[in-house]
């Protein structure tokens, strides 16, 4: 059975960093194009960041763009979200997800494996 488990979430100041990372497990992680979305308070799940099987293609979303880089490593069956010089409205929850179709493709309907989330909350 296939599972994301994300961990990493916490309390920040603004300005500060968090690494989030997101273990996979019962399935082809290696071949899967992965994703993180975020949710806050009272809105709707957000697109964040994607990356190829192979780790060479990578999208952002206009509002983390050059601040959050996302990564992986097949050999370890994880993906990464290094987030810098955090916002409070980067505060939600985040989660790692599997792409039925592409990295490219931002809309959460086309992703069919989705983790518990991490919560990460940035104060002011």
């Known amino acids: 059975q296939a599972q994301l488990v994300e961990s990493g979430g916490g309390l920040v100041q603004a300005g500060g960093s968090l690494r989030l990372s997101c273990a996979a497990s019962?399935?082809?992680?290696?071949?899967?194009?992965m994703a993180w979305f975020r949710q806050a308070p009272g809105k709707e799940r957000e697109f964040v960041a994607s990356?190829?099987?192979?780790?060479?293609?990578?999208r952002y979303s206009e509002s983390i763009k050059g601040r959050f880089v996302i990564s992986r490593d097949n050999a370890k069956k994880a993906i990464y979200l290094q987030m810098n010089y955090l916002k409070p409205d980067d505060t939600g929850v985040y989660f790692c997800?599997?792409?039925?179709?592409?990295?490219?493709?931002?809309?959460?309907?086309?992703?069919?494996?989705w983790g518990q989330g991490t919560q990460v909350t940035v104060s002011s």
């Open positions: 990356i190829s099987w192979s780790g060479a293609s990578t």
């Open positions: 997800a599997r792409s039925r179709l592409s990295w490219s493709i931002e809309w959460a309907a086309t992703f069919d494996y």
């Open positions: 019962g399935l082809a992680f290696s071949r899967s194009d």
